[in-house]
Structure formats: structure tokens, C-alpha cells
């Protein structure tokens, strides 16, 4: 099971600070399944609008933090020359059957996992959820399209 730090992360995915939502990816098989953690922190610039006095993320980010673990997942994919998808950007197609369960607070810990599920070409499925304390925080089924261009530098 392979694992990724922050700077591997960055080197896959587009998404920088305050946009970047895992932490580390504690195992992934690529082109299947990724889990990663999000340590969620009372400095997140979201909590100082939600909500001031009772801070929770909220859940598109969780959403959006699941989705970045399927991202890793659908980039570290080898190519047929032998590459894999860095410079390359998924972007959402739909959410669908998103579910909350337990909300997220400062000095949570998000397990996070996503299992592709289906592909078809540049557009693909993902199941994902997001746990804190091994109690289901979200679970939702994201799609995805994966464009041939290439993010400019």
C-alpha cells in the first residue's frame, strides 16, 4: 500500500492553499481507490464565516475533500508511455446521493476514502465517504471528467 506526503500530493493535484483538502494519502491503487486524511484545523479560513461561534466545515468541502482523494487515484494511473496524470486536472461532473451524518469541527481528523466505480473514457464514477472517529461523517457518489488538455504552467 503506498502512501503519498503532502509534496507528492501537490506534485498530482492543482489545488493549493486555502483549496487544497487531504493532507496526506495513507494507500492507493492506481486507476481504484484512494484514502487519504484531512486534519482539520481551527486556523481553516472557512471557519471564520461558518460559523463563527459554533465552527463546522461544511459539507461541500467535505464532498470536495472526497473528490481529491478519487483525483489521486484516477492521477497516479500510468499512462500508455508510462506516465501518470500530473498536470492534469479532474473536474467535477456531479454529486449525487451525498449524505451527512456527523459534523466536522475543529481538531477532527477526516479518514477519507474514494473507489472509482465505473470509467468511460475521460468520465468516471467515484464512491467516496469521510469518517471522524470511525463514525460516518458523509458518503456520496461524485463523477468526474478527466479532459486531454493539460493545466498551463
Given at each position: 500500500?503506498?502512501?503519498?506526503?503532502?509534496?507528492?500530493?501537490?506534485?498530482?493535484?492543482?489545488?493549493?492553499?486555502?483549496?487544497?483538502?487531504?493532507?496526506?494519502?495513507?494507500?492507493?491503487?492506481?486507476?481504484?481507490?484512494?484514502?487519504?486524511?484531512?486534519?482539520?484545523?481551527?486556523?481553516?479560513?472557512?471557519?471564520?464565516?461558518?460559523?463563527?461561534?459554533?465552527?463546522?466545515?461544511?459539507?461541500?468541502?467535505?464532498?470536495?475533500?472526497?473528490?481529491?482523494?478519487?483525483?489521486?487515484?484516477?492521477?497516479?494511473?500510468?499512462?500508455?508511455?508510462?506516465?501518470n496524470g500530473a498536470g492534469r486536472i479532474a473536474l467535477f461532473g456531479g454529486i449525487k446521493q451525498a449524505r451527512f451524518?456527523?459534523?466536522?469541527?475543529?481538531?477532527?481528523?477526516?479518514?477519507?476514502?474514494?473507489?472509482?466505480?465505473?470509467?468511460?473514457?475521460?468520465?468516471?464514477?467515484?464512491?467516496?465517504?469521510?469518517?471522524?472517529n470511525g463514525k460516518l461523517a458523509c458518503r456520496a457518489e461524485i463523477s468526474f471528467v478527466l479532459p486531454e488538455e493539460?493545466?498551463?504552467?
Amino acid at each position: 500500500m503506498s502512501e503519498l506526503d503532502i509534496q507528492q500530493i501537490k506534485d498530482l493535484l492543482p489545488h493549493r492553499y486555502p483549496f487544497l483538502l487531504i493532507d496526506r494519502v495513507v494507500g492507493y491503487e492506481p486507476g481504484k481507490w484512494a484514502k487519504a486524511i484531512k486534519c482539520v484545523s481551527a486556523n481553516e479560513p472557512f471557519f471564520m464565516g461558518h460559523f463563527p461561534q459554533k465552527p463546522v466545515m461544511p459539507g461541500v468541502l467535505i464532498v470536495e475533500a472526497i473528490a481529491q482523494t478519487g483525483a489521486i487515484a484516477l492521477l497516479t494511473e500510468e499512462n500508455e508511455d508510462g506516465s501518470n496524470g500530473a498536470g492534469r486536472i479532474a473536474l467535477f461532473g456531479g454529486i449525487k446521493q451525498a449524505r451527512f451524518r456527523e459534523q466536522v469541527v475543529p481538531g477532527d481528523v477526516l479518514e477519507l476514502t474514494c473507489n472509482l466505480t465505473k470509467r468511460r473514457g475521460p468520465v468516471g464514477v467515484g464512491e467516496g465517504e469521510a469518517l471522524v472517529n470511525g463514525k460516518l461523517a458523509c458518503r456520496a457518489e461524485i463523477s468526474f471528467v478527466l479532459p486531454e488538455e493539460e493545466l498551463e504552467a
